[in-house]
């Protein structure tokens, strides 16, 4: 279970940072030549266009190398979308001890009822929001808690049976199947049920001599989601990786230009 605040602490740096720069300014402009980088912030003062213009060069490139370091953050959700990407599909039968992918039909042992809808199934990823309205009437939602739960479970295909520990599991690239709003929350649960089709990724081990899958350590995913939304990302991921890098070399050109 975890709970999210509406501000994450990057946020609250943010604004920090900003309220910091604008009270140091005020005071500067109150006491001068008693604080701390007078001499930069008259320089600045004195030439304010020159440094302007600069800016107006240095910040989109800023945004944008942020951007990109956002973008690139690593997660367990990126991570399972790359090695799903990578790793060939095996079958339950021939699976060898290690990192593996396989896809199968999801089989029901213990089963949870949904906090939304209180629907049977196998686990689910729920979240509360708040809902929050502007001045045109148009709804906006921030997350304040979410959680996953999952029971243990089994997936077949036309190979065998293997026991799954749901320990970690993430569900990924699954639709939002029940939504319910009172008053200013909205809540939301993505549920995993008995004879759905899925792909999934973990560690192959053994206890005893019977296979499991169970959460990789090293590359830290456990991870599953339906086989029809793989298919789609997989079809449509190069053309949007395509795309971004076209933004980013135009994008590019431009500050270039602007440069000289």
């Known amino acids: 279970m975890e709970n999210k605040s509406k501000i994450s602490k990057t946020g609250y740096i943010i604004i920090g940072v900003i309220l ?20 930069c912030l008259y320089e600045i003062s004195k030439n304010y266009d020159s440094y302007a213009e600069r800016a107006f060069v240095i910040l989109p490139l800023v945004f944008f190398i942020a951007l990109a370091l956002l973008l690139l953050r690593p997660t ?8 799903q990407a990578a790793l060939p599909t095996s079958k339950i039968q ?12 999801l089989i029901m042992k213990q089963p949870l009822i949904s906090p939304v809808d209180r629907e049977e199934c196998i686990g689910y990823y729920y979240t509360i929001e708040d809902i929050d309205k502007d001045s045109d009437g148009r709804n906006s939602y921030s997350t304040i808690h979410r959680e996953t ?35 200013s929350k909205r809540y939301t649960e993505t549920l995993l049920k ?63 230009i602007l440069i000289q």
């Not at 300014?25 to 030549?33: P, V």
């Not at 367990?76 to 090695?83: I, T, V």
């Open 194 to 256: 008995d004879g759905q089709k899925v792909l999934l990724v973990g560690y192959a081990d053994a206890d005893n001599g019977s296979p499991f899958i169970r959460k990789d350590n090293h590359y830290r995913v456990l991870g599953i989601t339906s086989s029809t939304g793989i298919s789609v990302w997989n079809k449509y991921q190069p053309l949007l990786r395509s795309f971004m890098f076209t933004c980013a070399a135009i994008l590019i050109i431009i500050i270039y």
């Open 94 to 105: 021939s699976l060898a001890k290690g990192l593996v992918e396989v896809e199968g039909t």
């Open 76 to 83: 367990s959700a990126k991570r399972f979308l790359r090695l």
């Open 149 to 183: 739960r999952c029971s243990p479970f089994q997936i077949k295909d036309d190979t065998g049976i293997i026991e799954v520990v749901p320990e970690g599991i993430e569900l990924i690239l699954l639709d939002q199947t029940n939504v319910s709003s009172t008053g």
């Open 20 to 39: 910091f720069c604008f009270l140091y300014f005020i005071l500067w402009l109150i006491f001068k030549e008693k604080m701390p980088l007078h001499s």
